[in-house]
């Protein structure tokens, strides 16, 4: 996603949102970025909530361990690096999260079929489980 022309025009505006929206580690950076951008400019296109849930995405799986998140047209994956998540756990955090499911891999892997949401409501889910997996840290 990129900032729309038609929000901000200006490149070095422009600039400052990244950058704002790169230093988003948690929750309570996202929100504070998105109120002060949303008080600055009255309004924020779904673009720019989608950086900041990218931004947020990215940062959650720093802290847990997490190798890659992958996603194409029907399906997110989690994967994590092998010795991040016991096989246990991830069955637990799946029967948790009911969205989920085991994907078979090599690596502890989970999936989230997201052909029956929009790419906002599987960012939602997505956040929700990293941001549970930090609490349990």
């Known amino acids: 996603a990129r900032i729309p022309n038609d929000f901000v025009q200006d490149e070095t505006e422009k600039l400052k949102i990244y950058s704002k929206i790169s230093n988003i580690t948690d929750a309570k950076s996202q929100s504070e970025v998105v109120a002060g951008l949303k008080a600055t400019y009255n309004r924020l296109p779904k673009e720019v909530l989608q950086l900041a849930n990218v931004a947020l995405i990215k940062s959650l799986a720093q802290k847990l361990d997490i190798k890659h998140i992958v996603i194409d047209k029907t399906n997110i994956f989690i994967e994590f690096y092998k010795d991040a998540i016991?096989?246990?756990?991830?069955?637990?955090?799946?029967?948790?999260?009911?969205?989920?499911?085991?994907?078979?891999?090599?690596?502890?892997?989970?999936?989230?079929?997201?052909?029956?949401?929009?790419?906002?409501?599987a960012q939602g889910y997505i956040i929700g489980y990293l941001n549970a997996k930090c609490e349990q840290m």
């Not at 999260?97 to 079929?113: D, E, Q, R, Y």
């Open 86 to 121: 016991t096989l246990e756990q991830l069955l637990k955090d799946i029967a948790k999260f009911n969205k989920f499911s085991l994907k078979n891999s090599a690596l502890p892997t989970i999936k989230l079929n997201t052909s029956e949401f929009s790419p906002e409501t």
